[in-house]
């Protein structure tokens, strides 16, 4: 760890902090122990020889970076991205911005190959890049999963992995193009990115993922930032063989408070354009997200009542990006003071 030095967005800090990076060849107690730890101090940890093919990862990424190179007039044509499709700089329902434009997808087979109309002049060779891709990384996310229920000594392990399986599951998939800022870009009136000062620009603003679990994949361009509950945001050094993964949301809830849902932002800073790859694993609508019963006990109570994807979908949705959403949804509204 070093000092902490000024962070040119606003007055925040930043700290070097060497997240916790997680071997997956040794899959074992030792490995569920390790994630479980990573799981309840940063909610955010790197998983190195993870199994995925490298053909699959390069062969999404080179249908992402086709996509995103095209002009602006044919990429629109992708969306709007409200619920799915192409978004530019808007993310969400309610206003927030950022220097990015993204391609947002509901996993489903069938929900890939419609959107691929629109998105390649290949529609059959983006939908099967996306789909090997997505199997792949689902196939991860479940394994991570179980290995974290094993380390809680959960008796059921697939208790978290069953929803993002689930026929039903609302899982979603984005790819996120960070354009580098502005010198030698197109600075003509017609390009969507234009007025940016030199330097670090919000990208994809602070939030935490709502659902169970996040498996991302970046470029070998750096950006992405993880929050510690002091506030210090410390940066994830880019590793294109890697995976990164973070607790959403639904996994804090259904931990009951153990696992953290990070806070996390993504900050263009580069010369480079930076291209990240998203898979949130989600269960199905009307899934009802509650904790395991090994995880709640006399000491430790129920932190969160009952709900469903559906109820927690709604209120996210109805808020901003940055917007804290899960304690809303407390078991016991007053303690929330004295905490
Ligand atoms: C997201 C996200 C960060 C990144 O899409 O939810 O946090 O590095 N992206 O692109
Ligand atoms: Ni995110």
Not at 15 to 28: M, Y
Not at 168 to 178: A, G, T
């Amino acid at each position: 760890m070093v000092v902490a030095s000024p962070n040119p967005i606003g007055s925040e800090k930043l700290r070097a902090v060497e997240v916790p990076i997680i071997d997956l060849s040794a899959r074992g107690p030792k490995v569920a122990e390790l994630i479980v730890k990573a799981s309840q101090e940063y909610g955010f940890f790197k998983v190195i020889n993870h199994g995925v093919a490298e053909d699959l990862i390069r062969k999404m990424e080179e249908e992402s970076f086709n996509f995103f190179g095209k002009p602006a007039s044919e990429k629109k044509k992708a969306g709007p991205a409200q619920p799915f499709g192409y978004g530019c700089k808007n993310i969400g329902f309610n206003g927030d911005m950022g220097e990015v434009e993204y391609l947002l997808f509901n996993t489903n087979p069938h929900c890939i190959s419609q959107r691929s109309e629109t998105i390649s002049n290949d529609p059959t060779k983006f939908s099967s890049a996306m789909s090997g891709y997505i199997q792949a990384v689902t196939h991860l996310a479940c394994e991570v999963l179980d290995l974290m229920a094993e380390g809680l000594w959960v008796h059921d392990t697939s208790v978290f992995s069953s929803l993002i399986t689930h026929l039903d599951s609302d899982s979603v998939f984005r790819l996120n193009h960070y354009p580098p800022p502005l010198k030698d870009r197109d600075t003509s009136p017609s390009s969507s990115f234009q007025i940016h000062h030199q330097g670090n620009n919000i990208g994809f603003g602070e939030h935490s993922d709502p659902q169970i679990l996040t498996i991302l994949r970046s470029n070998d361009v750096g950006g992405l930032q993880i929050c510690l509950g002091d506030g210090v945001w410390v940066p994830v050094p880019p590793d294109p063989t890697s995976f990164c993964v973070n607790v959403g949301d639904l996994l804090q809830a259904m931990t009951n408070g153990r696992f953290v849902s990070v806070r996390h932002r993504a900050l263009t800073n580069s010369d480079k354009p930076r291209m990240s790859m998203a898979y949130f694993g989600a269960p199905p609508l009307h899934a009802l997200i509650t904790s395991p019963p090994e995880m709640v006990t006399p000491e430790r109570p129920s932190l969160y009542r009952p709900f469903t994807w559906a109820e927690y979908k709604e209120i996210t949705y109805s808020l901003r990006l940055g917007d804290s959403r899960l304690n809303l949804f407390k078991a016991c509204p007053d303690k929330e003071a004295q905490e």
